[in-house]
């Protein structure tokens, strides 16, 4: 079963940036596009961005582009979201996984943007 760990949230206030790193334990892991959801509270799990296996192609969601990037770094088996200018509607659990949903769920990573 591949283990995704998912790290670098916290408390942030508007404007501010942080950076998500999410660590895949499958060592095909340059084959894979991965990708980073987003849940609010109350709300559904979405796709807000992907990257394919080589990094050279990149998908960003309408609502967080221009703001948010995804990169990785296959060596380390890490896949990344930086996300800058951070708005309150940013608050959410962010977690990592395939477009298709691939693997389990890991256990996400807060994201909690103040006014």
């Known amino acids: 079963q591949v283990q995704l760990v998912e790290s670098g949230g916290g408390l942030v206030q508007s404007g501010e940036s942080l950076r998500l790193s999410c660590v895949v334990g499958d060592p095909p892991f340059s084959l894979i596009t991965m990708g980073w959801y987003r849940q609010p509270p109350g709300r559904e799990r979405e796709l807000v961005a992907s990257i394919d296996g080589a990094g050279s192609s990149t998908y960003i969601e309408d609502s967080v582009k221009g703001r948010f990037s995804i990169s990785r770094d296959n060596a380390k088996r890490t896949v990344y979201l930086q996300m800058n200018s951070l708005k309150p509607e940013d608050t959410a659990v962010f977690y990592c996984?395939?477009?298709?949903?691939?693997?389990?769920w890991g256990q996400g990573t807060q994201v909690t943007v103040s006014s």
């Open positions: 996984n395939t477009p298709g949903r691939r693997y389990r």
